[in-house]
């Protein structure tokens, strides 16, 4: 266990700024970012609908804070047990919710904030990541060691259909999920916590079979994944492991060597695309001073931002319109209340 700075969050609330760039005159300035306490003490995801913002509590909450796009919370999704991993249908209309200490995932309208749907993910215990192509809502699960696998919810039918172990692949636990939003045929996963890590790239039938395209190599992703992510395309996949202390990108279609890195210092923690796929947002441990960057797709930095507080593993988000992103942190001793934090990005 390492040191953590104790800036208090009223501190942090002030201080919170934006740096320039890495390159002379290629960041502009930009409005001071902001950042909101939320009722929670521990946070696991963060997703943006644009006019509202989704914040899970965990495995341990039962809450999910609703914050406008400034980031003044507006309501909460209260009595759910547990929820972790948020994800956003295409309209953003529907949020899902992992619930899995419930064994189920719930779904929301984001505009009256009333649950829709609980699909009970069966034989998929402790489901905790989502994805989402098409009519195929996927999700990792597992609770015990090489228990992890990947299940499929068919929302095309009525009611639901679900599959769970449809990967040949076993996972050491629940794998992180990631899909393109423009590419309905392709689904990545994320062996986290283990050293060296993986992540495996599936293609998806139009019955929704999943079969394994390829692999990494053994050390090409590093150790220790954090997170994943795909471009919109599904061309270029990206990982946030704690070693190497970089972002990197790989094209999808061949998981070798990385086609361009991202410079967060030691142990990065999250990987976000912006919704046009032109931009990358990547965070590292606040231990080390700052915590979030913007970068474009060559790796050139544009921006960085100093939060103040760990940043959660995966808890990046854009906004659609690509004008914020968010960031969502906890206080490692418990001492202070999670934190919202909304990061103007810089005009180009």
């Not at 995801?45 to 644009?50: E, I, L």
């Not at 509202?52 to 003044?72: K, L, N, Q």
């Amino acid at each position: 266990m390492h040191l953590r700075r104790s800036t208090s969050l009223a501190a942090a609330a002030l201080t919170a700024g934006l740096l320039t760039g890495g390159v002379p005159g290629q960041a502009l300035a930009a409005a001071a970012p902001t950042a909101t306490p939320l009722p929670l003490s521990t946070v696991a995801d963060v997703v943006s609908a644009g006019d509202r913002v989704f914040v899970s509590g965990g495995r341990s909450a039962t809450d999910v804070v609703v914050t406008s796009a400034a980031g003044a919370v507006v309501g909460t999704l209260s009595d759910l047990p547990g929820p972790t991993d948020l994800l956003l249908s295409a309209d953003r209309r529907t949020l899902y919710v992992a619930l899995p200490t419930a064994n189920a995932i719930a779904a929301f309208d984001t505009g009256s904030l009333v649950e829709s749907a609980r699909y009970d993910t069966g034989a998929g215990e402790c489901p905790s990541s989502l994805a989402l192509t098409g009519r195929y809502l996927w999700f990792g699960y597992g609770c015990d060691q090489w228990g992890g696998n990947i299940g499929r919810i068919d929302l095309g039918r009525q009611p639901a259909r679900l599959s769970t172990g449809v990967a040949s692949e076993d996972f050491y636990n629940a794998p992180l999920l990631a899909a393109a939003s423009q590419n309905r045929s392709v689904l990545l996963a994320g062996q986290a916590s283990l050293s060296p890590a993986s992540v495996y790239a599936y293609g998806i039938s139009t019955a929704g079979a999943l079969t394994l395209l390829r692999t990494n190599q053994f050390s090409a992703v590093g150790s220790n994944l954090r997170d994943i992510a795909l471009d919109p395309t599904g061309a270029t996949l990206y990982t946030a492991a704690g070693s190497p202390p970089l972002v990197q990108a790989f094209p999808f279609a061949d998981i070798t060597s990385p086609t361009a890195t991202y410079a967060t210092g030691p142990y990065p923690r999250a990987v976000e695309v912006s919704r046009t796929g032109t931009q990358i947002a990547a965070g590292a441990d606040a231990a080390y001073d700052p915590d979030v960057f913007l970068f474009s797709v060559d790796g050139t930095e544009l921006a960085r931002y100093e939060l103040g507080d760990e940043l959660t593993a995966g808890g990046l988000a854009w906004s659609p319109n690509g004008a914020r992103v968010y960031a969502v942190t906890s206080d490692w001793t418990g001492a202070r209340p999670a934190t919202l934090h909304v990061l103007p990005v810089p005009a180009a």
